[in-house]
């Protein structure tokens, strides 16, 4: 059996997909990933999603150059999970520029913004 067909999928046909820096253990991104993708990841050596805004795959870092490439892929006991820990070129996972997209700290009630700014993300995607 395929080791993709192991992995238990939503009935939307996507798994999510917990992005880790594979030196630090810092998490960068969460998102999720289609067979499509998920074989995409695999031939190419970089982390690729499915959009579900955009509906469609996207390869991270096709438009930024902050691309995702994979060290080891585990899954959970119940393969339906996945934890890819990636090197991240470019320094940044999130799309707002920030080193990891989990930079929002829970502070007294309140959302603290204690994220690592590393790039302009109007100067690489344009605005909004």
Known sequence: MLWIETLKFQEDGLI???AQ????GEILMFAFSNREALLHTIQTG???YWSRSRKKMW????SSGNVQEVKKIYTD???DVLLVKIEQIG????HTG???CFFNELSNDVWKDVGVQVFDPEKIYGEK
């Open 16 to 18: 999510p997909v917990i």
């Open 21 to 24: 820096d594979w030196k630090t």
């Open 46 to 48: 970089h982390l690729t």
């Open 59 to 62: 390869e991270k870092g096709e």
């Open 77 to 79: 006991c119940d393969h």
């Open 91 to 94: 320094n940044a996972a999130c």
């Open 98 to 100: 920030k080193r990891s």
